[in-house]
């Protein structure tokens, strides 16, 4: 044994790296999440940092998540808190991880758009937000007190800009199948599903007012049934992602070929289908947009896809639960 006590380890390697957490241990995170807004100015890209008086910085709009919170949600609403504009979340971009106060701090982080468009900036100044300001991004560099900010704001610029969201999303929580009687298109979410579809409008709603094309099976439309009134946008059915009784149940190509058509559309889409399609429907988004392949494409019932795309390339792939 050595005189630190560390039998059997190298003492070099031991001591050569800076601690970041606890001695041979895990502390969980504080969790929280932000996004950096960003709209085209006069002089190009212009991206909104806020000024906080107590700490006298200039920083990216975050805020830690509430216990339970969904990290969209959080940070949909921290953003909007210091700011006073309401992201339309685009590509995700890489978290940040650091200490704070000697404890890790772990910041999701999107790009993101203000629904309110071009619209002045209208926020009332309070102890912890001062200034909001629409800054040019070289500007805003140079600006930013941490280093921290500076990468999420050097990832951004390492991507696209513009994309457009694709959601993939395996339908809610329906009841069990050997113990429904009726044709199986008619069967219903179960009492959770109801719940989480409820909970749904909120989770798509950070992505703006996407469209929405759906399995014909009732638990499908059911599950989009509450965004679709709340965000004011249609729904059609496609029999190409629908899941039916008999042999075959469904047809790939024909799903796969409807799916390709909506990636080459252009628009903000939901499509909401049956697990036995997911890994289908990903395998040829990523192909045709030129990507690897993941090793773990399912979903479980509640979870969706999101794939972002820029120009017929893939710019952003992530996957989430309604419940966060």
């Known amino acids: 044994m050595s005189a630190d006590g560390t039998e059997g380890i190298d003492p070099v390697r031991a001591h050569s790296a800076p601690r970041t957490t606890a001695v041979g241990g895990y502390l969980e995170p504080i969790r929280a999440g932000g996004a950096l807004l960003w709209r085209e100015g006069g002089d190009g890209v212009e991206v909104v940092l806020i000024r906080r008086p107590a700490r006298d910085d200039w920083t990216l709009p975050k805020g830690k998540l509430k216990n339970g919170e969904h990290p969209i949600i ?30 890790p701090k772990q910041v999701e982080w999107w790009a993101a758009t203000s629904a309110e468009a071009d619209a002045p900036i209208d926020y009332q100044a309070n102890e912890e937000v001062d200034r909001v300001e629409w800054v040019p991004i070289a500007e805003a560099r140079d600006r930013l007190t941490y280093d921290h900010d500076v990468e999420v704001l050097d990832n951004f610029r390492a991507g696209p800009v513009d994309t457009f969201p694709v959601i993939l999303l395996r339908h809610l929580s329906a009841g ?89 559309e252009g628009w903000p889409t939901v499509v909401c289908t ?16 030129g990507a690897p392949i993941t090793q773990q494409m399912g979903l479980r019932k509640g979870s969706f896809w999101v794939i972002h795309v820029r120009g017929g390339e893939l710019a952003g792939v992530e996957r989430h639960a309604v419940r966060g």
């Open 274 to 289: 049956h697990g036995e399609l997911v890994p289908d429907l990903m395998e040829e988004a990523l192909t045709r947009l």
């Open 74 to 103: 959080g940070a949909v609403r921290e953003v909007r808190e210091e700011t006073g504009l309401t992201p339309v979340l685009g590509r995700r971009l890489p978290p940040q991880r650091y200490l704070k106060d000697g404890w």
């Open 176 to 264: 069990e199948k050997r113990t429904w009687d009726d044709s199986d298109l008619l069967r219903p979410l179960d009492e959770s599903g109801r719940a989480d579809a409820l909970a749904l409008p909120r989770v798509l709603g950070a992505y703006g007012r996407p469209r929405v094309v759906s399995s014909a099976a009732a638990r499908c439309t059911e599950s989009m049934l509450p965004y679709t009134v709340e965000a004011d946008v249609s729904m059609r059915t496609e029999r190409a992602f629908t899941v039916r009784e008999g042999a075959p149940s469904y047809d790939v190509i024909a799903a796969r070929e409807a799916f390709a058509r909506i990636l080459d």
